[in-house]
């Protein structure tokens, strides 16, 4: 609020949360045996039997720990789930503790330049980076994010989003046949038709898999649970199969070199607004905006944040930023609050005509993404862009005063999908202007 003046699935497809009939995830143990899925896709089920629910799939070639056998099933393990696969499709191994000339697949880095990290988290310590064109073996997955050796005796971790997968050479030389999309993001869209304004029929968490009929431009027509079809878009899932995997055009050509100034709204003393479990717009907006960072800098974008920590900043100091950057952009990141509690949703901000293109781009894509309620794209008194010379505008995030608005705008889903639709619709609006 101111005041007037954002799963790699990789050689295995894991449903969301898949879990023990007592409820707990299973550690790997030592293994007895290693074993190759000699099929083109094989269903990983919890008991050994055909009518035990799936849990996950597994393509052609993929490596498995071997337990137990019992009849015609093998008890497996990958990627610290463990299920039961029928024996005939798996080729028993020698056991090989080498992880890394053993994985099934690489990762092709996307990026011109992209940090590699102590933990599965934008927040952990960088260790080092990798550069755009490299591969590496993807040795292990953990919410969309993938560890890799990123030089001689270093392990660290990269978000999935900016690597191509691709399966190396399995030894059965056998070729996928059916393809099957697996969701990146918690609440993606399956839509009636092939475009972001259809109509949503419903919403996939991270991990689901569909199996893909056919492609139309950037879209995946697949199958769904009842029986009907639907649409989602290929940017926000990874493919696994013969069809094309789809990136979002654009996104990296037109941030690439681009100068962003990012402003997190308050810090120090001025809290902002305080949600009624106690979140202060200060923290949130820091959050979102050091997300929205590194999605800007992996893209080649030179970005600069107003506030780097807690701090307080005056509104003059950080339009100066703007002008001593000469940015081409530069965004205000809010969140709003409202005596009425029931008030929820997202706002967008201009002062000048000349500002109002950004504003509306950033604001179509963060709703996409967010799902937020719509108060539109508006006229905004509001010194950082009232005084700014360059294209800026204010984006107000969603209602802290409205408590369950509070609860989605705290959580990792939402802020992931508010730095992608933010990054998205920077990348529109370059793309729009050239």
């Given amino acids: 609020m101111v005041k007037k003046s954002r799963l790699l699935v990789v050689s295995i497809i894991l449903f969301f949360g898949a879990f023990t009939p007592q409820g707990r995830s299973i550690a790997a143990v030592n293994s007895t045996s290693i074993g190759i899925v000699n099929g083109d896709t094989l269903n990983i089920r919890q008991e050994p039997t055909t009518s035990s629910p799936v849990i996950g799939k597994l393509t052609g070639g ?31 191994q020698a056991p090989n503790t080498s992880l890394t000339k053993e994985s099934s697949f690489t990762g092709m880095v996307t990026a011109n330049i992209l940090n590699v990290r102590s933990a599965a988290s934008l927040n952990s310590r960088p260790l080092g980076s ?5 591969s590496f073996f993807i040795l292990e997955e953990k919410n969309n994010w993938v560890k890799i050796e990123y030089k001689s005796g270093s392990f660290g971790w990269v978000p999935r989003w900016f690597l191509e997968i691709n399966a190396t050479k399995s030894q059965t030389g056998q070729a996928i046949k059916e393809s099957y999309i697996t969701i990146l993001h918690r609440g993606t869209s399956i839509r009636k038709k092939p ?10 968490n991270s991990g689901i898999t569909y199996s893909v009929i056919k492609v139309i431009n950037d879209w995946y027509e697949i199958d769904l649970k009842n029986g009907k079809t639907g649409y989602v878009a290929g940017w926000l899932v990874s493919i696994n199969g013969n069809k094309p995997q789809i990136v979002k055009p654009g996104a990296e050509e037109y941030l690439r070199n681009k100068t962003i100034v990012l402003d997190p709204g308050h810090g120090g003393g001025d809290k902002g607004a305080t949600g009624s479990r106690g979140t202060q ?18 893209a080649g974008a030179a970005v600069y944040l107003t506030r780097k920590s807690d701090s307080y900043l005056q509104l003059a100091t950080r339009v100066n930023m703007a002008r001593t950057y000469n940015a081409d952009a530069f965004i205000s990141i809010h969140y709003d609050s409202n005596l009425d ?10 002062y000048y005509d000349y500002q109002k293109s950004l504003a509306n781009s950033l604001f179509v894509s963060t709703i996409g993404q967010t799902r937020l ?18 294209k800026a505008a204010l984006m107000e995030l969603g209602y ?15 802020q992931e999908n ?17």
């Fill in 341 to 350: 509690a029931s008030i929820r949703g997202m706002t967008g901000y201009y």
């Fill in 130 to 134: 990798v550069t755009k064109g490299l």
């Fill in 373 to 390: 309620k719509s108060h539109g794209v508006r006229f905004g008194d509001f010194h950082v862009i009232r005084e700014n010379s360059q």
């Fill in 281 to 298: 717009e200060k923290e949130l907006t820091l959050r979102t905006s050091q997300l929205l960072f590194d999605k800007l800098k992996a």
């Fill in 195 to 204: 475009d972001v304004q259809s109509d949503v029929i419903e919403r996939a």
């Fill in 400 to 414: 802290l005063s409205n408590p369950e608005e509070e609860m989605t705008l705290n959580s990792d889903g939402f």
């Fill in 62 to 92: 993929t490596r498995v720990t071997i337990y137990s056998k019992q009849n015609n099933w093998l008890e497996v393990d990958f990627s610290n789930i463990r299920g039961w696969v029928r024996s005939e499709f798996i080729d028993s």
């Fill in 418 to 434: 508010a730095a992608a639709g933010l990054f998205d619709g920077l990348a529109r609006f370059f793309k729009d202007i050239e």
